[in-house]
């Protein structure tokens, strides 16, 4: 705990380093060819938030800029003033700017490869956060059409780079448009994001992705992720909240289930949860049942759970998991929702209005799934719940399992990484939408979702050869991450670094791995 009083000094409650060592016990169990961390408990770490007084806390988040460090953080209407203070490392005076940023601001004149710390807060001066940033220079700053699926897509990772080529291109940047919105300022503040210009290309600006992961200074609790990001995704509408009215009817429906599928029984159901997008799900039985063990198997892009998932399901059926398979939006069994101007991800930019987030609509069925799956087990005894995901699926078990504490394993196989790694492997690994939309990223990283996923424990399948995208290696900065944020949060996260799969899938190695971090969680 570190209190200041000198006139201009932040305040900082209850703060403890990421990085104090205290006595750990860790449980490390070593494969053949791959590598298997589990964490158990220790005590002595916390977060960097401060004393919120059940208020939404404050997220603030860094991207290293050139001279600059570019900031972010959850606004609200509710937060009229903020106040920005920084200063390098090791000194003792503070600069410091109040106003109403909307969330963000690019602070400059900084040296370059010196730490600077930055303390945010409200203007009662009540929530507070702070961070540790480094100003440095992006190797590569424009990335012209670099995404063959969409060739009118161009990242940048300054703003500075993508003023220079819209230059080139005679585009005006106030004929941009971001969220369905006019842009009616562009400077060295203006917002990251997915922005469309009048003659069809697509320009991204992302100063947070880059090719190292860079670890954030604090870990934060899951509860404060939780909060946070609902009211990002939902703003006052939060579905989860006591008197959401958005419950889903599922509506039974007739798919074709591969003879090979090892369940007694299956039931497919519709949920419709947008006027353009339902979600098509099958429910299989095992032959036996484990009571109160449910399985939430969600696919990537592409083909179907069922037709591309059978050696996993299997495996969950065979271990009596109820199993519930799902597909991603316009994927798989929802191709049939494909209408003109909703082919892929991308295209649900065009369902943004700045009010109606799209990356909820990736959320949304999840949900649906385990409204059904409480409700029926009323009564019948403890439950455990567990999603797992490939790909696109692995990416949506983390994002929901931040969200929902009903989710008490989260398995994401070949899922997705920070924003800081995405440019480290060739072809660079944004993913699609959903998976770099700003307005959420900016606010609650991808590594504060990875570690806030399931309320008892976390499992991450990486492949170091993976063909298609996600490629983590043994020792990487990424795995030591998640295993301090182990130790911290005392809650088991497991990585499982696959280096002989040459698959984007969880092989038969992956799945012994699986069961062997499963077994002690299971035991009650």
């Not at 964490?39 to 800029?65: H, R, T, Y």
């Not at 600059?68 to 003792?92: D, P």
């Not at 992302?206 to 909060?227: H, W």
């Amino acid at each position: 705990m570190r209190m200041c009083h000198d006139l201009g000094e932040p305040q900082y409650v209850n703060i403890r380093e990421l990085w104090c060592k205290p006595m750990v016990k860790v449980m490390r169990m070593c494969l053949p060819g791959i590598f298997l961390i589990g964490f158990l408990f220790v005590s002595g770490c916390g977060g960097g938030q401060g004393s919120f007084n059940n208020a939404e806390p404050l997220f603030l988040n860094a991207a290293s800029q050139n001279g600059q460090v570019f900031l972010t953080w959850n606004s609200a209407s509710s937060l009229a003033k903020t106040r920005v203070q920084w200063r390098k490392q090791g000194e003792t005076a503070w600069q410091q700017i109040e106003g109403n940023f909307e969330g963000r601001l690019a602070v400059s004149g900084l040296q370059n490869e010196d730490e600077y710390e930055f303390v945010l807060s409200d203007e009662a001066d009540i929530r507070r956060d702070r961070i540790i940033a480094v100003p440095q220079i992006h190797a590569l700053q424009s990335y012209p059409h670099f995404n063959h699926f969409l060739p009118a897509l161009s990242l940048f990772t300054s703003q500075e780079a993508m003023n220079a080529w819209m230059q080139t291109q005679e585009i005006d940047p106030l004929t941009l448009t971001l969220r369905g919105k006019p842009v009616l300022a562009w400077n060295e503040h203006a917002a990251n994001g997915y922005y469309s210009a009048s003659n069809g290309e697509k320009l991204l600006l992302l100063r947070n992705a880059a090719t190292r992961f860079r670890a954030p200074s604090f870990t934060r609790s899951p509860e404060q992720v939780r909060a946070v990001l609902r009211k990002t995704l939902w703003r006052n509408r939060d579905p989860f909240g006591s008197a959401s009215t958005s419950a889903n009817t599922l509506e039974p429906l007739t798919l074709v289930v591969p003879t090979d599928i090892r369940a007694v029984s299956a039931q497919s159901y519709r949920i419709r949860y947008h006027s353009q997008l339902a979600s098509r799900i099958t429910f299989l039985m095992p032959s036996s049942p484990i009571a109160g063990r449910f399985a939430i198997y969600h696919e990537g892009h592409g083909s179907r759970a069922l037709d591309v998932a059978k050696e996993t399901i299997n495996w969950l059926l065979d271990r009596g998991w109820q199993v519930v398979t799902m597909d991603m939006p316009l994927s798989g069994a929802n191709t049939d929702d494909m209408q003109a101007g909703l082919m892929n991800h991308y295209d649900f930019d065009s369902l943004d209005n700045g009010i109606d987030d799209p990356v909820a609509l990736f959320l949304l069925p999840v949900k649906a799934v385990v409204d059904h799956i409480v409700s029926r087990q009323t009564g019948q005894g403890l439950q455990t719940v567990m999603m797992i995901g490939r790909s696109g699926g692995g990416w949506t078990t983390y994002v929901y399992a931040a969200l929902d504490a009903r989710i008490a394993i989260a398995v994401s196989i070949a899922g997705g990484t920070p924003m800081s790694q995405r440019l480290a492997n060739s072809p660079y690994d944004l993913g699609d939408y959903e998976q770099f939309a700003s307005h959420l990223y900016d606010v609650v990283p991808h590594e504060d979702m990875m570690t806030s996923a399931g309320t008892r424990a976390a499992f991450y399948v990486f492949n170091e050869n993976d063909p298609c995208c996600f490629r983590v290696r043994q020792n990487e900065p990424l795995v030591s991450y998640l295993q301090a944020a182990s130790v911290q949060l005392n809650k088991p996260l497991g990585v499982f670094i696959d280096t002989a799969n040459p698959e984007h899938s969880i092989s038969a190695s992956g799945l012994i791995a699986l069961e062997t971090f499963l077994e002690p969680l299971l035991k009650n």
